[in-house]
Nanobody
Framework: VQLVESGGGLVQAGGSLRLSCVAS????????IGWYRQAPGKERELVAR???????NYADAVNGRITISRGCTKDTLSLQLTSLKPEDAAVYYC???????????????WGQGGLMTVSS
C-alpha cells in the first residue's frame, strides 16, 4: 500500500490546516489510519488516528481543535486542525497499520510527509 499526502504549507497562527491522504494498492488490510507529526529536534508523535472499527484517538495537544474523517471508500483520510499555534509546526505524516488478509502480523506504512509551517 502507498500513502500520498497533500496540503500543508505556510499557515498563519490562529488559522486552519487541512491535510488529505490517499491510500492505494491493497488497502483491504488497513486496521488503522491516521496522522503523526515530527517537529525539529523532537520525536515523531501521534496526532490522531481512526481504527477500522471507527474508534478515534487524539493527542492531548490537538484535542478540541482537530477533525479527522475517512472517505466513503475508506481509502482517503482528511484532517482539519484549527486555531493553529506555533508548536503545531512540523512535518505531518499519514500513517496506516496493515494486517494483510490471511496474515497474523501487521506492519506500519508511512507517507512521504508534508511540512506545515505556522507564521506568527
Amino acid at each position: 500500500v502507498q500513502l500520498v499526502e497533500s496540503g500543508g504549507g505556510l499557515v498563519q497562527a490562529g488559522g486552519s490546516l487541512r491535510l488529505s491522504c490517499v491510500a492505494s494498492g491493497g488497502t483491504r488490510g488497513i486496521t488503522a489510519i491516521g496522522w503523526y507529526r515530527q517537529a525539529p529536534g523532537k520525536e515523531r508523535e501521534l496526532v490522531a488516528r481512526i481504527s477500522s472499527a471507527g474508534t478515534s484517538n487524539y493527542a492531548d495537544a490537538v484535542n478540541g481543535r482537530i477533525t479527522i474523517s475517512r472517505g466513503c471508500t475508506k481509502d482517503t483520510l482528511s484532517l482539519q486542525l484549527t486555531s493553529l499555534k506555533p508548536e503545531d509546526a512540523a512535518v505531518y505524516y499519514c500513517y496506516a497499520h496493515m494486517i494483510p488478509p490471511g496474515e497474523s502480523r501487521g506492519f506500519d506504512v508511512w507517507g512521504q510527509g508534508g511540512l506545515m509551517t505556522v507564521s506568527s
